[in-house]
């Protein structure tokens, strides 16, 4: 059995549809999420002054459970389409998951 992951990326809104485009593409088996956020750094690079009063960026979250298999080619195909973009991302390990 392969080990399963959480895959988390904070996206800039400007990149929403590329995002989304290039995930239907990788056809992830479980499927994705996606939700607006705000983002909050001490770093003011980038930042509209709107944000730097608010302190919080906007951002589109996307989140998608996936396998080993699927991590490493997820990952390649966003460094590939995304390198330079700013995207945030993170992966988690899934130490438990079912449906109620």
Not at 56 to 69: A, E, H, S
Not at 75 to 89: A, K, T
Request: glycine share 8%; net charge negative; with cysteine.
């Amino acid at each position: 059995m392969s080990k399963e992951y959480v895959v988390t990326l904070n996206v800039p809104p400007s990149l929403e549809e590329m995002v989304v485009d290039c995930l239907l593409v990788l056809e992830i088996e479980q499927g994705f999420s996606s939700m607006p956020v705000s983002a909050h750094h001490h770093e003011n690079k980038g930042l509209s002054i709107a944000e730097q009063v608010t302190g919080r960026q906007k951002k589109i979250r996307f989140q998608m459970y996936v396998n080993g298999t699927d991590l490493a080619r997820l990952l390649v195909q966003l460094r590939e389409d995304f390198i330079g973009s700013g995207i945030q991302y993170w992966v988690s390990p899934v130490l438990e998951n079912g449906v109620f």
